[in-house]
Nanobody, 127 residues
Framework: QVQLVESGGGLVQAGGSLRLSCAAS?????????????VGWFRQDPGKEREFVAA????????RYADSVKGRFTISRDNAKNTVYLQMNNLKPEDTAVYYC???????????????WGQGTQVTVSS
């Protein structure tokens, strides 16, 4: 069983920054390795669908972003720590949501491509 734990959420004023972390751990019996595949960040506001934010591949560090966050958010990884980060700058009130990290076999942007999910961390941006 793979476990993903998000942290770093909080309350920030518009224009501010936050850095989210996603720590991945693996139970040996799962057979899942982190040498392949990707980790993605998604977010969800109450009453709305979960939407893609950014993703990064473990091996090559390839990235992809939603248009709404390009130029403001940066995804990165520390393979030695099995941790992925989401640096969020110039935050806007519309970025308010619960942010989830998830693990996939491909560098995807659809929720169905991801098979392990964290519990989420709340990000609130005040105007």
């Amino acid at each position: 069983q793979v476990q993903l734990v998000e942290s770093g959420g909080g309350l920030v004023q518009a224009g501010g920054s936050l850095r989210l972390s996603c720590a991945a751990s693996e139970i040996a019996a799962s057979g899942r390795t982190f040498s392949s595949g990707a980790v993605g960040w998604f977010r969800q506001d109450p009453g709305k669908e979960r939407e893609f934010v950014a993703a990064i591949s473990w091996s090559r560090g390839r990235t992809r972003y939603a248009d709404s966050v390009k130029g403001r958010f940066t995804i990165s990884r520390d393979n030695a720590k099995n941790t992925v980060y989401l640096q969020m700058n110039n935050l806007k009130p519309e970025d308010t949501a619960v942010y989830y990290c998830a693990l996939a076999d491909v560098l995807g942007s659809r929720t169905y491509e991801y098979d392990y999910w964290g519990q989420g961390t709340q990000v609130t941006v005040s105007s």
